[in-house]
């Protein structure tokens, strides 16, 4: 077989990959992502269940996809304190973990992840204090005309104060690198 024939073949076969490839999206476009998705939460629910072994940590996981994306909870049972420890100050522990738990998804499934893992519960607490952060800015901004910095925070923090200000009618912005990302709250 020729080199130029070979190269058709290739071309061909890699045409016929990609058509049945866009078929099965276009005819379960929802399906791969929702079955991609599920199989992310399964990996990241045996990662976290085999860590809570190992650490002698008694906790439920419970698995949800809405959104586009997984969200994983880890719950104790009884009324305890023992996955306080794996939230840690200021929820950075809690952050460690989810990266970890990603990694472990990006290295069963070689698809980067962008799962949400709460635990106990913190992240819904966190997110009425972001709120309420949010409000404060927003009221700060309205009353001086002064654009007002907040503190560095997350991108998943960040996200839902940008949401937040959004939805009061003014304008934030991310600024600042790593761990000094912050947001600045401003009219326009």
Excluded: F, W
């Excluded at 100050?89 to 949400?116: C, H, I, P």
């Excluded at 927003?138 to 007002?148: F, I, M, N, Q, W």
């Amino acid at each position: 077989m020729s080199a130029e024939s070979t190269e058709n073949a290739l071309s061909d076969e890699i045409i016929a990959d990609q058509d049945e490839a866009s078929t099965d999206t276009e005819s379960n476009p929802k399906g791969t992502a929702a079955s991609r998705l599920e199989e992310e939460g399964d990996v990241a629910a045996d990662y976290l269940e085999e860590l809570l072994d190992i650490a002698d940590i008694d906790g439920d996981i419970d698995i949800e996809v809405r959104n586009g994306r997984t969200y994983i909870s880890i719950v104790a049972e009884e009324e305890t304190d023992s996955l306080d420890s794996l939230v840690g100050e200021d929820g950075e522990v809690l952050e460690a973990l989810q990266e970890l738990t990603r990694l472990s998804v990006l290295s069963a499934t070689e698809n980067r992840s962008r799962l949400v893992l709460d635990i106990n519960g913190y992240r819904q607490q966190r997110a009425g204090h972001l709120q309420k952060i949010a409000e404060d800015a927003a009221a700060t901004v309205k009353e001086t005309g002064e654009a007002v910095a907040l503190e560095p925070m997350s991108a998943y923090e960040r996200k839902i104060v940008h949401d937040a200000v959004a939805d009061l009618g003014l304008v934030s912005e991310s600024e600042g690198e790593g761990a000094g990302r912050h947001i600045v709250v401003s009219a326009d």
